[in-house]
């Protein structure tokens, strides 16, 4: 049960990291299509597992 937490945990976790990084990286270095579809793809994976972690930390019993 350990390994589907961090699983969980590393899908929102990284997409958080990685979306708010392409985020940045199109303040500082301007628009970029490939970069937004990255930054929306990886933002949507971290909302895609946040209530699945949410449910598996909160509502085990």
């Known amino acids: 049960m350990f390994m589907v ?3 969980w945990v590393t899908f929102v ?3 958080l990291f ?3 990084v392409a985020i940045a990286f199109m ?3 301007g628009f970029s299509i490939a ?5 929306l ?7 895609y597992g ?6 598996f ?4 019993g």
């Open 18 to 20: 990685m979306g708010i």
């Open 57 to 60: 930390v909160f509502k085990r």
């Open 35 to 39: 970069v937004a579809l990255n930054a």
């Open 50 to 55: 946040l209530p699945k972690l949410y449910k």
């Open 5 to 7: 937490y961090l699983l």
């Open 27 to 29: 303040q500082e270095h």
């Open 13 to 15: 976790a990284g997409g």
């Open 41 to 47: 793809c990886y933002l949507g994976i971290a909302l």
